[in-house]
């Protein structure tokens, strides 16, 4: 039987789904559940999710309804020091339903991960970062042509992200996908890691290496992928980025 869900905030409402992973181990402290919301505004060279793009093609469900699947699973939580991982797509284009499932967590004592490229607006961001328990930033690029080519938006939603992360206070873990040939500029790993510097809520940085496990969604999508001979990084090349960041605890996950 589920576990009755305290709810002081708005369950009603609704949001697009696209699934629910229990029992996630790299998604943030513990054993997690994921959300993973459908609907994103950027559109990643090596996404390995573009089944999530599009929030119409989500499941709609109720905070309610998402709180008593993540409730299943509280005493593993507890136990394991987890929670749940907001991911996507990008849970940021949902603002509303997004801060309305935060509290819902926060009001059940639930940890809560946001995975997030980044929020559109200053305003959204200082709304809504105060219910995160643990930022996980998707950092993709510093030079704005760079991050515009790998995503087709714009850099300043992680850099304001991480300012408004950096005001209130929010601990941080970066995650960087190292893709070579694309984000392996030593000048602009450069750049990025100085702009990390002057942040101090940052705990740590993530190095994801590029893989194609995704490359088969892109196909059977029909979407353009521009990535088919691009291999994943050697080790070498790994061991080369990590060295730029290396004010930090530096995991490959």
């Known amino acids: 039987m589920a576990t009755e869900a305290v709810v002081k905030s708005d369950d009603t409402t609704i949001g697009a789904i ?3 992973y229990t029992g996630g181990m790299v998604d943030g402290p513990g054993i997690r559940t994921v959300i993973f919301l459908s609907g994103c505004s950027l559109r990643c060279l090596y996404c390995h ?30 136990f394991s020091g987890g929670g749940i991982t907001i991911s996507g797509g990008e849970p940021a284009d949902q603002p509303f339903f997004l801060k309305e499932l935060l509290l819902a967590c926060r009001e059940n004592s ?23 328990d ?12 760079l991050y515009k080519k790998l995503t087709k938006s714009n850099v300043k939603r992680p850099k304001l992200t991480l300012s408004a992360a950096k005001r209130i206070n929010i601990p941080t873990w970066i995650r960087f996908v190292l893709v070579p040939g694309l984000t392996d500029d030593p000048n602009d790993l450069r750049q990025m890691a100085a702009f990390f510097k002057q942040h101090e809520n940052i705990e740590k940085i993530d190095v994801l290496p590029f893989h194609k496990h995704g490359e088969h969604k892109w196909d059977e999508l029909e979407y353009e992928y521009q990535l088919h001979h691009t291999l994943p990084p050697t080790p070498e090349q ?16």
């Not at 995975?115 to 200082?126: L, R």
């Not at 643990?134 to 704005?144: E, G, N, Q, R, T």
Request: net charge negative; glycine share 2%; hydrophobic share 45%.
């Open 238 to 253: 790994i061991l080369q980025v990590q060295q730029i960041f290396d004010i930090y605890p530096c995991n490959v996950i």
């Open 18 to 20: 696209h699934s629910i």
């Open 134 to 145: 643990l930022l996980m930033l998707d950092f993709k690029a510093f030079d704005p042509l």
């Open 49 to 78: 999710n573009p089944d999530t793009w599009f929030s119409i093609r989500g499941n709609k469900k109720t905070v309610a309804e998402v709180l008593e699947e993540v409730l299943k699973y509280r005493s593993y939580y507890k």
């Open 110 to 132: 639930i940890h809560t991960v946001l995975d997030t490229s980044g929020f559109a607006t200053e305003d959204i961001a200082e709304e809504i970062l105060p219910y995160v």
